[in-house]
């Protein structure tokens, strides 16, 4: 299968060379020819799959006719990460077109974006945000919309976007071709499918599961030990670049300082940062000046690193789907990758429902040499609050007695939210922890 089946004007089959695509992914088998048909899309398929180039490429090719320096391509994604990643791709694939694509999101200063806008171009990457400000302000003008694409659209939803995402609707013209793209199909996403694509054609890529090139593994660890298992982890196992998740902001920066402290070349990415250091995390990350990001959910949302060998999961995620996009972070475009995930004893019936997603056990390791015993900090009520010696990994100042038997990871405040289900059937493997395997 190659991309010549597709019939792609030259100057398009020019950019896919440059990219090194050689064949179509299957969402891109599925999806070009019906896109190139005019058709609306619903493509269920998760980040990874090739899925940008699935709706950039037709869209390149509808719009080598017609008018020029008009928008008439909008694709809203939920984050700037991701508009920025899909914004590169469309440069790469449609270099030779000449076709221009501006980013519009918030956190930055407005004018640059409206002097693109005013200098013209035909494709526009926006969050919602910033697009319905400067739609409001009579900035960017979407009447001339031929195509829709909204993607991530399960993200979006999660994180408050639809009210956004009607207002936007109603500012484009009716007749249009729509593409929604999502990993999932929460209730309200199909709805919202079913009010705005027109007998749309599904196309669906391994929906809600991690993508088979990544292998997975659990390391049972008590919370206030994690820090010390993450360091002492990355020193041991053969890696290029480590994505890092944490649950909380605040655990991300305090994890990277930890680490930095330790000597690692890390870097933080959580909501909170101003949008230079966001860019120079993400640059330094995808440029390997830090082999490390240690980053939220949200911030990592859209990152695309090629060369990402390993996600770790420092603090379980909170869904099985949000499992499902973190590990899609490795493993990109067939290359493989590891899937890491530390769990608390709290987080047993977790690993039961991403164990059901994924069809088989994952595996347990413990790290040789690793000293599970450690204490939790008096005081610390067993959180990982504890600081550690840089130098071993472990924390400091504190003795060596018994370790305690459960874990509470004082860091989770409240109930888990809902959707997360927390059964109380054994995690097979924890109790046996203490006994030493190799990690790879
Ligand atoms: P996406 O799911 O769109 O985020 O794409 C994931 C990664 O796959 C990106 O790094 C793309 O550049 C890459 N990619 C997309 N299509 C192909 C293809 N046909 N062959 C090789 N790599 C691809």
Redesign the pocket.
């Known amino acids: 299968m190659s991309?010549k089946q597709f019939n792609l004007h030259t100057q398009i089959e020019t950019g896919?060379e440059a990219?090194?695509?050689?064949?179509?992914?299957p969402?891109?088998l599925q999806s070009i020819p019906a896109i190139l048909q005019g058709k609306d899309v619903m493509g269920m398929?998760?980040?990874?799959?090739?899925?940008?180039?699935?709706f950039a490429l037709p869209i390149l090719q509808r719009l080598l006719s017609g008018p020029r320096k008009r928008l008439r391509a909008l694709i809203v994604a939920p984050t700037r990460e991701l508009a920025e990643?899909?914004h590169e791709?469309i440069d790469?694939l449609g270099r030779a077109t000449k076709l221009k694509s501006v980013t519009i999101y918030g956190g930055v200063n407005k004018n640059p974006q409206i002097q693109k806008l005013r200098q013209g171009a035909e494709i526009a990457v926006s969050c919602p945000g910033r697009l319905l400000d400067l739609a409001e302000q009579g900035e960017i003008n979407l009447s001339g919309i031929e195509v829709l694409v909204i993607d991530e659209a399960d993200r979006m939803f999660d994180m408050g976007f639809l009210p956004d995402i009607r207002k936007i609707l109603k500012r484009l013209p009716t007749k249009r071709q729509t593409l929604l793209f999502s990993a999932t199909m929460p209730d309200d996403i199909r709805k919202l499918a079913k009010e705005i694509l027109h007998d749309p054609v599904t196309v669906r890529v391994g929906e809600g599961v991690p993508v088979s090139t990544v292998s997975h593994a659990l390391y049972p660890v008590e919370p206030h030990l994690k820090t010390a298992l993450l360091m002492k982890l990355i020193e041991r196992t053969d890696t290029e670049s480590v994505l890092v998740f944490a649950r909380t902001k605040h655990r991300t920066t305090r994890v990277a300082e930890q680490m930095q402290r330790a000597g690692f070349p890390v870097a933080s990415l959580q909501g909170n940062l101003s949008q230079n250091r966001r860019q120079d995390a993400l640059s330094g990350f995808r440029e390997g000046k830090y082999q490390i990001l240690v980053a939220t959910d949200i911030a990592a949302r859209?990152i695309?690193v090629?060369g990402i060998s390993h996600v770790i999961n420092y603090d379980m995620p909170d869904t099985v789907d949000a499992y499902t996009h973190r590990i899609?972070r490795t493993g990109?475009?067939?290359k493989t990758g590891d899937a890491f995930t530390f769990v608390t004893p709290e987080d047993r019936g977790f690993v039961v429902d991403i164990e059901h997603v994924l069809g088989e056990r994952i595996e347990r390791r413990t790290l040789e040499d690793f000293d599970y015993n450690v204490p939790a900090p008096a005081g610390g009520g067993g959180s990982d609050r504890a600081r550690y010696s840089e130098r071993q990994g472990r924390p400091a100042n504190v003795s060596r007695f018994s370790p305690k038997k459960r874990g509470d990871d004082s860091q989770r405040t409240g109930p888990r939210p809902s959707g997360r289900r927390s059964g109380g059937r054994s995690l097979d493997g924890f109790s046996q922890y203490r006994s030493l395997s190799k990690a790879r």
């Open positions: 991309f896919i990219l090194g695509y050689t064949a179509p992914t969402i891109q398929a998760q980040t990874g799959t090739g899925k940008t180039a699935a990643q899909i791709a790469g859209g695309d090629s899609g990109r475009a067939a």
